[in-house]
């Protein structure tokens, strides 16, 4: 082997000769920057900050106040073409003038049957004839399923203000615009908070709905 072979030899294994590979382990060996700590409770995280006696919702951070609404929607498949251009052009007329910010929001919700299951079981309760009772048992069944595996698709309005004042005149203005092709349906408080967990916890499912 000739000398000029074994000193290229003994170069390959000569870490004094490779800088590069000692500046990429100094690299690695900085600490590594440390990462923010996520938020302890959702209510650091959602921009909800309160309900006012009214029924409106208070942002934080003074972004202002909201409200949520009901839509009424319709069977579009059933109308005629020209009940379906006009309400196209009400929405249309509607959305130009509204200049303020909104949000519409789809939400599945289970199907309500507590009345009716308690009508069936009253009607158990009072039977006497076997045949009646076997009927009665099998459309409770029926009910019972429908309200676990069934579920309601809603659609909801939110409608935003910088003030009581501000929300105020833009729910009147919204529904007297949609009054025809989408009228607005007031929500009780507690159909509020439902429909803000359910949106905030979309996996969820609730044990009930109110309405």
Do not use: W
Request: with cysteine; aromatic share 8%.
């Amino acid at each position: 082997m000739m000398y000029e072979d074994m000193v290229g030899q003994d170069a390959l294994f000569d870490e004094h000769k490779k800088p590069k590979r000692r500046l990429r382990l100094g690299e690695r060996s900085q600490p590594k920057e440390k990462r923010e700590r996520a938020p302890d409770r959702i209510a650091d995280i959602i921009p909800i900050r309160d309900m006012t006696d009214d029924g409106a919702i208070e942002l934080q951070d003074g972004q202002g106040y909201m409200d949520v609404f009901q839509l009424t929607t319709k069977d579009v498949y059933a109308q005629s073409e020209a009940e379906a251009e006009m309400d196209i052009l009400a929405l249309t007329q509607y959305l130009r003038a509204y200049e303020a910010d909104i949000k519409i929001v789809s939400l599945n919700f289970p199907v309500n049957m507590t009345p009716q299951l308690a009508h069936i079981q009253q009607k158990i309760d009072a039977n006497n004839s076997p045949l009646i009772e076997r009927f009665l048992q099998k459309k409770k069944v029926e009910l019972e399923f429908l309200e676990k595996h069934r579920t309601n698709r809603e659609f909801y309005l939110y409608v935003y203000g910088d003030s009581m004042k501000d929300l105020s005149e833009r729910c009147q203005f919204t529904r007297r615009k949609l009054q025809r092709v989408l009228p607005i349906a007031d929500l009780e408080n507690t159909k509020k908070l439902d429909v803000t967990y359910k949106l905030n916890n979309q996996n969820s499912k609730l044990d009930h709905q109110r309405g």
